[in-house]
């Protein structure tokens, strides 16, 4: 949408990464969905389908080190962002082989390893503790760079305000990257929020700000990736609103009544995926092939992945005294 | 051994200066705390930043949120951050960072994450500041799993603990009490660490036992001077950390007395004296000679009329009261 003539574009390499990273999330996010609807599994789930294209973008151009936060609808970061998904399958389904030990769950995933440092349920809380990350990244003299993820109703929260304005007045390595799917909860965009578009406010923080087709892997490429070579420059934060939608409200079981009418049947007729993968084959970046062969892989890990979870043991009730500090608490 | 007289601040300063020089990761942020601001409101972070710098000593906007979320990413990429949040009352504008993620997120992250993070706030009643800026709020933190609540009472504990707080290895609130920060005493120049969670007691009695911490150790010891003058021989129990507190040093002071008034400078109901002298009642029914009795504050905001203040803080006079009723 705002994408400068000498914008960074994705190469084919670069399109099927996105798309694999896209298909990876998609084919996971089903696989909740179906093991919940079977009874297999209990947890609240915050679906993320249709909003693939923002997070497999910006994790195709992070690195391994790169960190981020993350927030309750927030299981496609993480996807995305090359989490291991048996560990994470342990953890939703609540056992020890989780990545928090059946400790944290859906809402709290946490993974250090590959830079997935905070998962947070509560509404905004992901950018007051990237500042921190970030300010480390400074501190380090490294040029890892952090990505706080939130929605768009988080940009009605005062740790949105605080965190811009921090970030920007410390040149903080960070990018927020907030998904506008149109509904905070149940209120739409514009009952909720002051301004058309949330990156006008970056105006009011100083930093760069834009509004992306955040379902067009192009746009999204150009400006995230704009963003994460300014941060590792040391030229500071950038904010990105990236447009899109949420195909299963805002949580599993959710009716969707608050919507009007046809909204999310024409939200689902720009489903980002079947488009994305359309183009992919009409510009002859991959074959029917090569694009089947990805998705049979990434089933079986996905399944493979599942099976373990599901299988795996829940925790010791000791733990409940562990990790509460460092040491453990007496019984 | 050589001392220097300081008073609580100066402690701090002195703690602070030590903790920096000696560890490159420790890092200080906070409203005001950079020398170009004058080096803190109340001057305690005095130096740091023109001896190390402003990326490691760092002044905010008046940002209490930021200011902890901050802290917390920091400490979780291997940091040490010493937070300030200038007074008490405005933790509560931050509560969601420290209740939510700086205490939770060891346990939370299944121990894979941790956040080492003091946090140094002042407060108290004394000085006419009123409902906003004086509140002993120990207790809603001490409430909280995952984070340790330090209360110091005289200098060279300021020093001493403030140093454990920082090379904890988890977070910590650290409470600067007004109505003790100005009681300068000689502290030892090599005063290092005093471990968290250990109870002090300052003066050794026989017939009652008085719980206390921050402030309130300094009108306990005035209080004691009074019933020595009365033939009651009273043990001071200062308890340093507020969460976790030392039951053992406690309830061996109680068992020893067999009468214990706890007394706190925080609003009386529900606050930690409740905890406390039920703990001790459950432990050592039969043992007791009297019920343990509390003092607090009486459940209204902190007044600023000098007369409604000086009624809201439990005096010397009231702790004697309360413990020559003990001893009838």
């Not at chain 2, 001896?51 to 979780?76: F, H, N, W």
């Not at chain 2, 330090?150 to 140093?163: H, I, M, Q």
């Not at chain 2, 109680?254 to 004296?273: N, Y």
Request: aromatic fraction near 6%; include cysteine; glycine fraction near 10%.
């Amino acid at each position: 949408m705002n994408t400068a003539n000498n914008a960074p574009q994705p190469d084919p390499e670069a399109l099927v990464d996105i798309y694999r990273r896209m298909l990876r999330i998609e084919r996971n996010d089903d696989a909740i969905l179906t093991t919940i609807r079977k009874g297999r599994l209990r947890m609240p789930y915050y679906s993320a389908r249709g909003q693939e294209v923002i997070a497999a973008t910006v994790s195709h151009l992070l690195r391994k080190e790169d960190q981020i936060c993350t927030i309750y609808r927030g299981i496609q970061d993480m996807v995305a962002k090359d989490m291991p998904l048996k560990p994470l399958w342990a953890e939703i389904a609540g056992g020890v082989d989780g990545t928090c030990k059946g400790k944290g769950g859906p809402m709290h995933l946490t993974h250090p390893e590959t830079g997935v440092m905070v998962t947070t349920g509560v509404v905004g809380s992901s950018m007051p503790i990237a500042n921190g990350l970030a300010w480390a990244s400074l501190l380090d003299g490294s040029d890892r760079v952090v990505v706080a993820y939130f929605g768009d109703g988080a940009s009605n929260i005062g740790a949105f305000h605080e965190s811009l304005n921090l970030a920007s007045v410390w040149k903080l390595p960070v990018l927020f990257v907030c998904s506008n799917n149109g509904y905070a909860e149940h209120t739409s965009f514009s009952n909720g929020t002051s301004v058309d578009q949330i990156s006008k406010r970056a105006i009011g923080y100083g930093m760069p700000g834009y509004t992306v087709d955040g379902n067009d892997p192009w746009d999204m490429y150009a400006h995230a990736a704009t963003a994460v070579e300014r941060a590792r420059a040391g030229e500071g934060p950038t904010l990105l609103e990236c447009m899109t939608f949420r195909f299963h409200g805002h949580v599993f079981g959710d009716d969707s009544k608050y919507m009007a009418p046809g909204e999310l049947d024409a939200a689902k007729a720009r489903d980002p995926l079947p488009i994305f993968r359309q183009r992919l084959l009409d510009e002859g970046h991959a074959s029917e092939d090569q694009l089947d062969q990805m998705r049979e892989e990434i089933e079986a890990e996905v399944a493979e992945a599942r099976e373990f979870g599901l299988a795996s043991a829940p925790p010791s009730v000791e733990e409940l005294r562990r990790d509460v500090f460092a040491g453990e608490m007496a019984a | 051994m050589s001392t220097t007289k300081m008073n609580s601040l100066q402690a701090v300063n002195s703690a602070l200066h030590q903790a920096l020089g000696e560890d490159e990761k420790v890092i200080v942020l906070g409203e005001d705390v950079g020398d170009r601001e004058g080096g803190g409101v109340t001057g305690a972070t005095k130096g740091l930043s023109d001896k190390y710098g402003d990326l490691r000593v760092r002044s905010t906007p008046i940002s209490e949120q930021a200011i902890i979320g901050a802290g917390i990413g920091a400490a979780m990429a291997g940091y040490k951050p010493v937070a300030e949040i200038m007074l008490m009352n405005f933790t509560t504008v931050a509560m969601d960072m420290i209740f939510n993620h700086a205490a939770k997120l060891r346990f939370m992250s299944g121990g894979q994450t941790s956040v080492p993070l003091t946090i140094r706030t002042l407060t108290g009643a004394g000085w006419q500041t009123a409902g906003q800026h004086a509140d002993h709020l120990e207790g809603w933190f001490a409430h909280a799993a995952g984070m340790k609540v330090v209360c110091p009472s005289n200098p060279a504990d300021y020093k001493g603990l403030l140093l454990s707080c920082i090379q904890d290895p988890d977070p910590c609130l650290f409470i600067e009490s007004a109505g003790s920060l100005f009681v300068p005493m000689d502290v030892p120049d090599d005063q290092g660490p005093i471990p968290l969670g250990k109870a002090n007691v300052a003066i050794q009695g026989k017939d009652v036992t008085i719980v206390t911490w921050s402030a309130q150790t300094v009108r306990a010891k005035a209080a004691i001077a009074e019933l020595d003058k009365l033939g009651i021989s009273a043990e001071l129990v200062d308890l340093r950390t507020v969460s976790p507190w030392d039951r053992d040093t406690v309830l061996a002071s109680a068992e020893k007395t067999g009468r214990v008034l706890v007394a706190h400078e925080a609003v009386r109901d529900f606050g930690p004296g409740a905890e406390i002298s039920a703990t001790i009642q459950e432990e050592l029914f039969g043992k007791l000679k009297k019920p343990v009795r509390r003092l607090g504050a009486p459940k209204c905001p902190v007044p600023f009329a000098k007369v409604l203040e000086d009624a809201f803080i439990v005096q010397p006079d009231a702790m004697v009261a309360a413990v020559v009723d003990l001893m009838s």
